[in-house]
T-cell receptor, first 115, second 113 residues
Framework: EDKVVQSPLSLVVHEGDTVTLNCSYE??????LLWYKQEKKAPTFLFMLTSSGIEKKSGRLSSILDKKELFSILNITATQTGDSAVYLCAVEILNYGGSQGNLIFGKGTKLSVKP | NAGVTQTPKFQVLKTGQSMTLQCAQD?????MSWYRQDPGMGLRLIHYSVGAGITDQGEVPNGYNVSRSTTEDFPLRLLSAAPSQTSVYFC????????????FGQGTRLTVV
């Protein structure tokens, strides 16, 4: 059975702290790993990772994938209260015919950043 | 560019009623999907479609039907609502032939009483 496990499930930090969110997976037909940020409504896209060892960065956020050990991390440096959200990790698997795959989501990490 | 549009945003149903959640996208995406999100459960795939006329079941399809008569629209039908279907529903779309992210609608909060 395909599964994606995120840890920790919740985290409380203070502004300025650095946090690392973890995502491990066991799936067949891996295509990519995606990170989303979810505040009140729809998940918004952060990163897509397909190759091991290549860090993707966007401002204070960065992410990297290890396809050998089957995990990814999402780092947030100098956290701000606006980073408070649920961070979702999803793995895209290829469906039949090798076309676009379905997303298997982890349960998310709820990050709370205190002023 | 509207992206993915879901209607309604909120809905209360009585047990046994039926309804359709609407989803439309204007990005010419082949792939569309429906997820439900429950507390502590993440997003779980209900049904998906890789193009007009093609649909398939996801992880939790029971109690739901879908159809895909056009590229733009992918409605989700609840045949006979049950309290266990109380959830937040998200529609998403993406391309099939390239590795791109899924774009999500704003969600429908459904309560079945």
């Amino acid at each position: 059975e395909d599964k994606v496990v995120q840890s920790p499930l919740s985290l409380v930090v203070h502004e300025g702290d650095t946090v690392t969110l973890n995502c491990s997976y066991e799936v067949t037909n891996f295509r990519s790993l995606l990170w989303y940020k979810q505040e009140k409504k729809a998940p918004t896209f952060l990163f897509m990772l397909t190759s091991s060892g290549i860090e993707k960065k966007s401002g204070r956020l960065s992410s990297i994938l290890d396809k050998k050990e089957l995990f990814s991390i999402l780092n947030i440096t100098a956290t701000q209260t606006g980073d408070s959200a649920v961070y979702l990790c999803a793995v895209e698997i290829l469906n039949y015919g090798g076309s676009q795959g379905n997303l298997i989501f982890g349960k998310g990490t709820k990050l709370s950043v205190k002023p | 560019n509207a992206g993915v549009t879901q209607t309604p945003k909120f809905q209360v149903l009585k047990t046994g009623q039926s309804m359709t959640l609407q989803c439309a996208q204007d990005m010419n995406h082949e792939y569309m999907s429906w997820y439900r999100q429950d507390p502590g459960m993440g997003l779980r795939l209900i049904h998906y479609s890789v193009g007009a006329g093609i649909t398939d079941q996801g992880e939790v399809p029971n109690g739901y039907n879908v159809s895909r008569s056009t590229t733009e629209d992918f409605p989700l039908r609840l045949l006979s609502a049950a309290p266990s279907q109380t959830s937040v529903y998200f529609c998403a779309s993406s391309y099939t032939d390239r590795g791109t992210e899924a774009f999500f609608g704003q969600g429908t909060r459904l309560t079945v009483v």
